[in-house]
Antibody
Framework: EVQLVQSGAEVKKPGESLRISCKGS????????IGWVRQMPEKGLEWMGI????????RYSPSFEGQVTISADRSISTTYLQWRSLKASDTAVYFC??????????????WGQGTLVTVSS | EVVMTQSPVTLSLSPGERATLSCRAS??????LAWHQQKPGQAPRLLIY???TRATGVPARFSGSGSGTDFTLTISSLQSEDFAVYYC???????????FGQGTKLEIK
C-alpha cells in the first residue's frame, strides 16, 4: 500500500526557519515524482514544486521559486519542504503528493495527511 | 502558466440529484485533466484522471468528460458523502506545472 506520512504540526515565529518532511512507503520511492501543495486557511490548492528523488531534479512553481526549498533523501525515502525565514503569510496546511506514475506528465495521486504550519508572533 | 477556472463556485443540490461541475483551461491541455475531491479536514483524493478515467475505488456515479479547454465532472445521483469541494487540475504544461482551479463547493440544499 502506497503511503505518504508527513511530520507533525508546527508553530513558529516570523523569521524562524523550518523544515517539514514526508516519508514514502509501499513503492519504489526514488522512481516517482513527489510534489508539495499549499492550502492557506479556507482557500484552495496551490502547487509549489516537484522533485524526482532519484536524482533530486526539482521544478518550482513560479509563485514559490526562491521562497522555499524542496529536497529529498532517497536513502530514507523522505522529501522535505524548507523555509529560511518564515512569514505570517506562510500559515497554511502543506501536503506532499506522489504523482500517478513515472514521469512528470502525471496527475497528483497519493496524498499525505497534511502538515499544519502556523506562523505567529 | 495555464489558468484553470471552475464554475460554479458553489452548487446547492439535494441527495439523489445530478451534479454537473465545469472546468475551463486558458489554453488547450488535450486530456491532461484530473479531478480531486476534498472533505473538511482531510487531504484531497484523486477521482478522475486523463479527463475521464476513474481512479481505483471511485464509484461509477462519478464521470468525467471533455478535451482541449472544456471539461465536466458529473455525479449522476448525489449521495450524502459526495458533498465536498471539488478541484480540477491540469498537468500538461511545459515547463512542468500542475495548476488547480479555485474549487467548486458542492453543498446540501
Amino acid at each position: 500500500e502506497v503511503q505518504l506520512v508527513q511530520s507533525g504540526a508546527e508553530v513558529k515565529k516570523p523569521g524562524e526557519s523550518l523544515r517539514i518532511s514526508c516519508k514514502g512507503s509501499g513503492y519504489s520511492f526514488a522512481s516517482y515524482w513527489i510534489g508539495w501543495v499549499r492550502q492557506m486557511p479556507e482557500k484552495g490548492l496551490e502547487w509549489m514544486g516537484i522533485i524526482y528523488p532519484d536524482d533530486s531534479d526539482t521544478r518550482y512553481s513560479p509563485s514559490f521559486e526562491g521562497q522555499v526549498t524542496i529536497s529529498a533523501d532517497r536513502s530514507i525515502s523522505t522529501t522535505y519542504l524548507q523555509w529560511r525565514s518564515l512569514k505570517a503569510s506562510d500559515t497554511a496546511v502543506y501536503f506532499c503528493v506522489r504523482l500517478f506514475e513515472g514521469g512528470w506528465l502525471q496527475p497528483f495521486h497519493y496524498w499525505g495527511q497534511g502538515t499544519l504550519v502556523t506562523v505567529s508572533s | 502558466e495555464v489558468v484553470m477556472t471552475q464554475s460554479p463556485v458553489t452548487l446547492s443540490l439535494s441527495p439523489g440529484e445530478r451534479a454537473t461541475l465545469s472546468c475551463r483551461a486558458s489554453q488547450g491541455i488535450t486530456n491532461c485533466l484530473a479531478w480531486h475531491q476534498q472533505k473538511p479536514g482531510q487531504a484531497p483524493r484523486l477521482l478522475i484522471y486523463g479527463a475521464s478515467t476513474r481512479a481505483t475505488g471511485v464509484p461509477a456515479r462519478f464521470s468525467g468528460s471533455g478535451s482541449g479547454t472544456d471539461f465536466t465532472l458529473t455525479i449522476s445521483s448525489l449521495q450524502s458523502e459526495d458533498f465536498a469541494v471539488y478541484y480540477c487540475q491540469q498537468y500538461n504544461d511545459w515547463p512542468p506545472s500542475y495548476t488547480f482551479g479555485q474549487g467548486t463547493k458542492l453543498e446540501i440544499k
